[in-house]
C-alpha cells in the first residue's frame, strides 16, 4: 500500500480497565479478551453460587470468580423492578478451564434459590446430558453442603429413561435435560438454561426454540451459553461470539448499554501457540507455579475451601505434543481459535500464483492512483475495504485495507479514506451485499456517479453484474500472469485459499456463501483491481460534464 494510504486497523486487546479490574479485585491476570466491567455498586448473586460449589468441594478460581460476579448482577429497572442485569452470557473459553463447573453450580443454585423454577441444561446431545446429570451433577449435590446442611437430604432425583430429572423440594423447582434440537425447548414457560459445548450446532434451531420459552419470564429469565471454540460448521457459536464481541467493543469504545455478558478467552492473532508464556497470559486456569498452592490456606476467597487450578503448562504441553500433526486442533481446543475447514481446491482460484506474488515489500507507487473497493460478508457480520494501484515498475498491488467485525464501521470509514487519500474510484456491487449502504455512504458525504461510463474522481462507482464477473475473471487472468503483487497478508490470503466459485452464464464468480470462510477482502481486492484498469481510464480521460454525476 501507498506510504501514505491511511489505514485502518482492527486490533482488539483487553481493555485495561478490565485487566487492571481482574487484578486487583480477583487476583488473576490472565483476563479475557473480551468481558465486562464488574460494577461494585451492584448487588450479586456471585458469592452465593460460589458458597454452592464451595460447600461440594471445588471452590470456584479466581476468574470463575469473576465470571459469576459480574453475569449475575442485579439492577432495578426504570420502573422500580429488580431484574439481572444481563439476560444473556456466553462464556467462550478454552477446554479444562472450569466452564462445565460453573454450569453445574448455576442450575443448582437457580433452583435453590427462586420458587417452582423450571431449568434446562443442555449437551452436545440428549445422552450426553443425561450423563452428565446422572454421574456429574446429581454426584455433586449428593455430597455438598450448604448452610451446614446435606444438599442430598432436600432434593429428589429421577432418572427413568425420557423423565430425567432433579428436584429441589423446598421449593419445587426442576433441573431438565433437553435435546438440543429446534423441538427440545419447545414446553412450558423456561426460567434458566444453560446450553453447553454450543461448537457443536449448525444451526440456530435450538436457540429459536429456547429463546422464546424464556420471554414471559421477563427480568429473572437468563440464558447461558458456553463452549470452546468450534470450525466454520459452528454456526450459533460463531454468530453468537461475533453478537458478543460487537456488544462488548461497542461498551468500551462508546460506553453504550446491553444486555448481554460475554466472556472470551483465546490466543491472539500472530502468537506463539506452543510459548508456555502465552498459556499463562491467556489461559485462567492454568497454574503458572505448579504444583498449585497459589490458595494454600484456603483464605483468599473462601475462608472454610481451598481453590486449585485445573492444569499446569506440563499438561498443556503432553497435549500439543499430541496434536502436533494436527495444530489446528490444539489452537481450537486450548486456543480457543476457530478451526479451518480445507475446501476442495477450486480451479478458478490461483492459489499457486498467488503464492509466487508475493512480494513483502510490495507497495503502490508514491504518485499511483488507487481505487478502493468495499464488500461485505452474506451474514453482515464482516466487511473488508482493499485498495488497488500501481507500483513503480508498472505492477498492480492489491491490498486488504481493513477486515472488520459488522458494517456500521464502512461509511465513516470510507469517508476518511477518500478524503485523506483522494483515489479515483470506490467500487461498490450493486447487487451485493454492501449494496444496501449505499445511501448511507452518500449521506456521509460520498458522491454517486449516474453514469459509470462517465465517472468524476472519488466518486462511488456502483456497478453491475457484468463488472462483476470481468472483476473475477480477469483478476484471475492476472495473477495467473505474474502482474499483481501482494504482501501475504493473512486475511487476505485466508480469504483467497477459502474462496469458491459458483458459475453465472458461461461465467463466474465467487460465491460467498459457498466459501468456507469471510472472502470479503480478496472479492474487494478483485474489484478494486477491476477499478483500477476499466474506471481509472474513464476518469484520466475527463470525458465527463457536470450532468454525468450528482453534485
Not at 69 to 82: M, P, Q, R, W
Not at 96 to 116: C, D, E, P, S
Not at 212 to 238: C, F, H, I, Y
Not at 469 to 479: K, P
Request: charged share 25%; with cysteine; aromatic share 8%.
Amino acid at each position: 500500500m501507498r506510504s501514505d494510504v491511511a489505514e485502518e486497523r482492527d486490533d482488539w486487546r483487553t481493555p485495561a480497565r478490565l485487566a487492571e479490574q481482574c487484578e486487583e479485585l480477583y487476583g488473576f491476570t490472565a483476563a479475557p479478551r473480551w468481558g465486562p466491567l464488574r460494577d461494585l455498586s451492584l448487588q450479586t448473586y456471585g458469592p452465593v453460587v460460589a458458597k454452592i460449589m464451595t460447600g461440594w468441594g471445588e471452590p470456584p478460581m479466581p476468574h470463575q470468580r469473576y465470571i459469576l460476579d459480574t453475569a449475575l448482577e442485579v439492577i432495578v429497572d426504570s420502573h422500580g423492578e429488580k431484574r439481572f442485569k444481563y439476560s444473556r452470557v456466553l462464556l467462550s473459553i478454552m477446554r479444562q478451564q472450569g466452564k462445565t463447573t460453573i454450569a453445574y453450580a448455576l442450575v443448582a443454585w437457580r433452583a435453590m434459590a427462586f420458587v417452582n423454577q423450571l431449568i434446562y441444561y443442555a449437551a452436545q446431545d440428549r445422552n450426553y446430558g443425561r450423563q452428565r446429570l446422572e454421574e456429574e451433577l446429581w454426584p455433586r449435590i449428593s455430597r455438598g453442603k450448604f448452610n451446614g446442611k446435606m444438599l442430598k437430604s432436600m432434593w429428589t432425583s429421577r432418572f427413568a429413561n425420557g423423565n430425567e430429572r432433579l428436584i429441589y423440594e423446598p421449593k419445587q423447582s426442576r433441573i431438565r435435560i433437553i435435546a438440543p434440537t429446534a423441538s427440545g425447548g419447545h414446553g412450558p414457560p423456561l426460567d434458566f438454561c444453560f446450553l453447553d459445548e454450543i461448537f457443536k450446532h449448525q444451526n440456530m434451531d435450538v436457540l429459536q426454540a429456547v429463546s422464546p420459552a424464556m420471554l414471559t419470564r421477563g427480568q429473572w429469565g437468563q440464558l447461558w451459553m458456553g463452549s470452546n471454540a468450534g470450525d466454520e460448521k459452528s454456526v450459533l457459536l460463531n454468530k453468537e461470539r461475533s453478537a458478543g464481541r460487537l456488544v462488548t467493543e461497542s461498551f468500551y469504545r462508546h460506553g453504550a448499554p446491553h444486555r448481554y455478558a460475554y466472556y472470551e478467552w483465546s490466543f491472539p492473532d500472530g502468537e506463539d501457540h506452543s510459548d508456555p508464556d502465552l498459556w499463562v497470559r491467556h489461559m485462567p486456569g492454568l497454574c503458572p507455579n505448579p504444583p498449585c498452592h497459589c490458595d494454600p490456606r484456603g483464605t483468599l476467597y473462601h475462608p472454610r475451601g481451598i481453590w486449585h487450578h485445573t492444569c499446569t503448562a506440563e499438561t498443556i504441553r503432553a497435549e500439543l505434543d499430541a496434536m502436533r500433526e494436527d495444530p489446528g486442533a490444539f489452537l481450537r481446543a486450548y486456543g480457543n481459535r476457530t478451526a479451518e475447514i480445507r475446501p476442495l481446491a477450486d480451479p478458478n482460484i490461483p492459489r499457486k500464483a498467488w503464492r509466487e506474488s508475493v512480494d513483502e515489500t510490495s507497495c503502490i507507487g508514491k504518485d499511483a492512483d488507487i481505487v478502493f473497493a468495499v464488500e461485505v460478508s452474506p451474514g453482515r457480520d464482516r466487511a473488508s475495504i482493499s485498495v488497488a494501484g500501481l507500483r513503480d515498475d508498472g505492477l498492480v498491488h492489491v491490498e486488504c485495507v481493513t477486515n472488520r467485525t459488522g458494517v456500521d464501521w464502512v461509511p465513516s470509514a470510507l469517508a476518511r479514506l477518500v478524503a485523506v487519500n483522494n483515489p479515483l474510484a470506490v467500487v461498490v456491487d450493486a447487487k451485493g451485499p454492501a449494496g444496501p449502504m449505499i445511501g448511507q455512504m452518500e449521506q456521509r458525504g460520498l458522491r454517486r456517479s449516474r453514469d459509470i461510463d462517465r465517472p468524476r474522481r472519488g466518486n462511488l462507482a456502483v456497478v453491475d453484474l457484468a463488472f462483476v464477473l470481468g472483476a473475477n475473471s480477469r483478476g484471475v487472468d492476472e495473477i495467473r500472469a505474474g502482474r499483481v503483487r501482494h504482501r501475504d497478508q493473512p486475511m487476505l490470503t485466508a480469504a483467497l485459499n477459502s474462496a469458491m466459485t459458483r458459475p453465472i452464464g458461461d461465467g463466474w464468480i465467487i460465491s460467498r456463501r459457498m466459501s468456507g470462510l469471510d472472502v470479503s477482502p480478496f472479492v474487494a481486492a478483485l474489484l478494486a483491481r477491476h477499478g483500477l484498469e476499466v474506471i481509472g481510464p474513464k476518469v484520466r480521460a475527463k470525458v465527463y460534464d457536470v450532468a454525468g454525476s450528482i453534485a
